[in-house]
């Protein structure tokens, strides 16, 4: 069982920056990939970008160059810094987790899942 916490959403202007921290329990989470999804009102959940315990990274195209997702596992948590920030941004932020050396990219790929942080953009 892994429990996920996101916090660090917010509101922000256009091409502001914020940063997500996800803390997770569990004494595996070394060995768990994380990945970032969001949701806005009427859409389905989208991926965002994913990290494996090694490290390695992918990202969706309309994030990639201004979103950038790391890990600490020393401290059990997963970060999505993201710059330049764009209205269309705007989406509760949900992290997720599940034990597979694999970066999926659809939400039932992933095991847990936290409550999720809203981000809102202004234009």
């Known amino acids: 069982q892994v429990q996920l916490e996101e916090s660090g959403g917010g509101l922000v202007q256009a091409g502001g920056s914020l940063r997500l921290s996800c803390a997770a329990s569990g004494r595996t989470f070394n060995r768990y990939t994380l990945g970032w999804f969001r949701q806005a009102p009427g859409k389905e959940r989208e991926f965002v970008a994913g990290i494996t315990w090694i490290g390695n990274t992918y990202y969706a195209d309309s994030v990639k160059g201004r979103f950038t997702i790391s890990r600490d596992n020393a401290k059990n948590t997963v970060y999505l810094q993201m710059n330049s920030l764009r209205p269309e941004d705007t989406a509760v932020y949900y992290c997720?987790?599940?034990?597979?050396?694999?970066?999926?990219?659809?939400?039932?790929?992933?095991?847990?899942w936290g409550q999720g942080t809203q981000v809102t953009v202004s234009s």
């Open positions: 997720a987790s599940q034990s597979k050396f694999f970066i999926g990219t659809i939400p039932k790929e992933y095991d847990f």
